[in-house]
């Protein structure tokens, strides 16, 4: 196998399985939050940090 193809997928794997753990740990974290009234505006909350996101992209060059 080159070094291009190894490379490729190590960083891959590695950014999938990252972004997996990252995610299975912030969902048990979650559970332990008492969002009250806050719970019926999640998806809300999580579409506006997602659109926040890509202004900062837009605008900030990042």
Known sequence: ISGLI???IAF??????T???I???SSWGVK???LGRLER???ALAGGM????GLS???LGL
Not at 12 to 17: F, N, S, W, Y
Not at 50 to 53: A, L, P, R
């Open 19 to 21: 972004m997996l753990t």
């Open 41 to 43: 505006y999640v998806h």
């Open 50 to 53: 997602i659109f926040i996101s």
């Open 32 to 34: 332990f939050l008492r």
């Open 57 to 59: 992209v837009q605008f």
């Open 23 to 25: 995610i299975a740990v």
């Open 12 to 17: 891959g794997l590695t950014t999938i399985l």
């Open 6 to 8: 190894l490379v490729t």
